[in-house]
Structures are given as structure tokens and as C-alpha cells.
């Protein structure tokens, strides 16, 4: 009977282990974790603190007990801090204290861990992070002790910043959203993040973009001061409480302990069957570099992607040869009543392919005007001017507008490497009150098209 170990009790941890035993319900499988939280959805952290989701364990994706009943020994509040990988054992300190492990093939699902800036006073009460389950727990206990209608701030507008600034003006606080960039998630051009910008300041919520923290402090009574530096000058504001979420890291001690080596944004390097190259240690998920369908290799943590590795990695361990597909960057997010979405390159980000670049934003009705409830979708879509291949898309406009699977239509056709001029080939369903005969996807690749074959020589078209 094979002994898989996986290190790391979320997405990618999780994934290895309950493939492995889909695959073979005689693998003995023991998942070691640091924390309480085994198979949580940390994704949808923000909804609870929003009050959405109504209670902390409805997050969990399978309780202890389904895990367990799936054939899983779970080690939570165990630590892992060394591999010996010539006897294959692992080190780990739990409640009962210091054990070795023993196993046959070893998984590293280690994550990713927030970034903390410098001059940011991180452990005081007031304070946050917003990665762990155990951030969620410490903000939401720290919101319910203040009034509503107090002033938070939430420092970085990326997809977690943005849906913790919504949950926190749902729950009636005063927020300030603080951005370094010209417009809140810089992962979209300007052009369609300042729609979301402005969704987020319609909505009540203060933005400041292009601005900087320099520094957080005491401010009295419980207080922060929050100190700025922008194109307009130094500035200071007073928050009850801050929530710092500018981005993560890889977690990668465990697997630099045992000699993998690093990558991408300091990623451990796996092949795309996610071994590390040291003999029975394989890795996934936020900790490991990401192979990618135009760039070959990246770092894009995301629980999509973590999943789906995961699982390779699971199959690979019983002796599999499954390959991880790679990702083409696709990733969606609401912001009140928006949905900005994106999938493959923007246009700069097209830089390391030998490609003629050329970018073109549409604006299309998601359904028949005629039938209630139209509303515009702004879609960029971007292509190879020589060769006709679509190369990204990123799309935003209402919740109601299916956002998400229209950027999946984008994403399958990267996917397959097809062209612009394919998209609008694409059998796409059609009734009046869902879309049109050409949907809008297929009306934004038609104006690639049309910009292309206006041979714009600067390839850009916007
Ligand atoms: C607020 C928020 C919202 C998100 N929303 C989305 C979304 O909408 N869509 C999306 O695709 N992604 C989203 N993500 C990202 C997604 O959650 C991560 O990509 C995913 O959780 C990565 O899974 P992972 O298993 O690689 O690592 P992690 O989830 O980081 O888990 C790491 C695990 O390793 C354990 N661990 C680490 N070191 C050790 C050690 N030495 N010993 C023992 N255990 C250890 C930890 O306890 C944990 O169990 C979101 C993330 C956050 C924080």
C-alpha cells in the first residue's frame, strides 16, 4: 500500500489527496496542516465578513468528518519543517510534539502567504492581513466590537482588496480604499479599471489611487493613522481599523528544506507533471511556478489553478503520467453590481512573444436591446496582427451580463490556440433575452477585425 503525505490541508493539498485515493482506495493518505481549517474556501473569505455567508464553517468545501470518510487522515495544527529525503521522512511538530512521518511519496501544497510592507505595525490590535482563515476570524472579531459607520481602510485594490472594500461598506463601515495605481485592479487596462473604480465610489466607498502608504501609526484612542504619498502630495487619514492586502508570496521553506529549487516570483520549480526533480517530492498550488499556454512559465496563484495541480499531482504519485494543461490567466471578479473579468495577455504583457500585438475595445449589448434589461459589456479584446491569433480578452460590465462565461469563451479559444476570425466562427447559443445572434463576444472579435484590417501599423486600436 502506498503512504502519500500531503503538506498543506486547502486547495492543492486537498486535491492531491483525494485524487489519489479516487484513483486507488487502498492509498493511505495523511494530510498535514498548520492550521484548523482542512478543504476551507478561503475564496470566500470576503462573503463572510460582507455577512453574505451567513457562519464561518459554511466554508468549508467537505467538514473534517467527509474528508475522513474519504479515506483521509487529517494532521491539523501540525507544522512540517523538515524533509529527510534520503529515508523519506518527514519532520513535523504537532500537539503531541516532535514525530518523523514516514512515506512513500510527499506532496509540498504550502501556499502562498500575504506580502508585508515595510513601516506597517502587523500583530497590533486594529491591524489585519487577509489570507488565512485565521486573518478572516481575527477582522471579523475586531469589526463586530466597532460601531458601524467608523472609519476602516483597506490598503490595495487588487480582486481581495476590492471585495473586502464591498463587504465592508455592506456592513455599514466608512471605507477608504487606497490604491498605489492610476485606477483600482491594475491587472486591466486603465480604461476599463476606472469603470471599476467608479462602480466602488458610487457604491459610497472612498478611492485614493495613486497613492502610496508610506506608513501606519498610532493615531490614540485605538485609532490609525495612515500616512500617504501621491502625485498631489503627503496625506494622512484616521482609521479604526486597516486591512492590508497588497499581494503574496510563496511558501517555500519546507521545499527549499529538502532541495527543490526556485523560480518565478521565487515559485518552487515543478515540471508539468509537478515534480520537483527530488526524488519522491512533488508540489502545487500557490507555492509552485505556473505553466502557462502563451508565456511557458509564470507565478499565478489561483485556486483554479491550485485545484487542477493538485490533482495531477495526486494521479502522478500512484505512478500517473497526467500533465497540468497550463493556465492562460483566466480569473473573474465581482465589485458591486460589475464584473470585471480577463483571460491571456494584455497588450504589453504580450512583450516576451515574438507577436505583432493589436488591441481593440468594443462596446456590445449582452442581450437584445428590445427584450428588458440590455446592458453594455465593455470588451478588449487583444490579437496578434500577423497572424490572426487571439492572444487576450478582459471584459467588464452588470452582474446580470454572464461575464464570467463570456470571458470562458475567450479562454477556451486560448485554450485551443485558436484565432480572432475562429471566435466569430463559434456556434454560440442565442435567445433574445440572453444574448444575440452574434454575441457580444463575437461582436468585440469582429471589431479586432475591422481594427486589423485597418492595418493600424502601431497596432493599437483602442
Ligand atoms: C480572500 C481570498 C479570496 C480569493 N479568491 C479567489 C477566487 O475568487 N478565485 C481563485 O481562483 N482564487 C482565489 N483566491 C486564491 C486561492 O484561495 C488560492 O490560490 C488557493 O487557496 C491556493 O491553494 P493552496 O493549496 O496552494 O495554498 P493555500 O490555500 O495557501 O494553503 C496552504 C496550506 O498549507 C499549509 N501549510 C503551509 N506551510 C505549512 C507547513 N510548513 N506545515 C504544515 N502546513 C503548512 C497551510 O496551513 C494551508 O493548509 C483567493 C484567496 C484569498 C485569500
Known sequence: MTHLVAVGGSDAGIAAALRARELDPSTDVTVVLADEFPNFSICGIPYWVSGDVATEASLAHR??????????????????SAVDVDRQLLSVTGPAGEEQIAYDELLIGTGAEPVRPAGIPFGKPGIHLLHSMTDAEQVVAALELLPAGSRVAVVGAGYIGLEMT????????????IQRG????????PGLGSLVTEEVRRHGATVLTG???????????????VATTSTFGDAAG??????VCVGVRPVTDLAVAAGAQLGQAGAIVVDEQMRTGVPHVWAAGDCVVTHHRLLGTTWLPLGTTAHKQGRVAGENMLGGSRTFAGSVGTQ???????????????????APLDVS???????????????PGAVPLTISVTGDHTSGRL????????????????????????????????????????????????????????????????????????
Open 63 to 80: 467538514t473534517r468528518g467527509d474528508l475522513e470518510a474519504a479515506g483521509m487522515t487529517v494532521r491539523s495544527s501540525t507544522w512540517a
Open 166 to 177: 464591498e463587504g465592508l461598506v455592506a456592513r455599514g463601515f466608512d471605507t477608504t480604499l
Open 182 to 189: 492610476p485606477e483600482v485592479l491594475s491587472t486591466l487596462d
Open 211 to 225: 497613492a502610496t502608504v508610506t506608513g501606519i501609526t498610532p493615531a490614540g484612542g485605538g485609532q490609525w493613522s
Open 238 to 243: 484616521t482609521f479604526a481599523l486597516v486591512v
Open 332 to 350: 473573474v471578479v465581482k465589485v458591486f453590481d460589475l464584473v470585471a473579468a480577463r483571460t491571456g495577455l494584455r497588450h504589453h504583457e504580450t
Open 357 to 371: 500585438p493589436l488591441t481593440r475595445v468594443t462596446v456590445a449589448d449582452d442581450h437584445k436591446r428590445y427584450y
Open 391 to 462: 492572444l487576450g480578452a478582459q471584459i467588464v460590465g452588470e452582474r446580470t451580463a454572464e461575464i464570467s462565461k463570456r470571458i470562458d469563451t475567450f479562454a477556451t479559444a486560448l485554450h485551443a490556440g485558436l484565432s480572432v476570425d475562429d471566435v466569430i466562427d463559434l456556434d454560440l447559443s442565442y435567445t433574445p433575452p440572453l444574448g444575440s445572434p452574434w454575441d457580444a463576444v463575437q461582436v468585440a472579435a469582429q471589431g479586432w477585425e475591422r481594427a486589423a484590417a485597418a492595418a493600424n501599423p502601431a497596432g493599437v486600436s483602442v
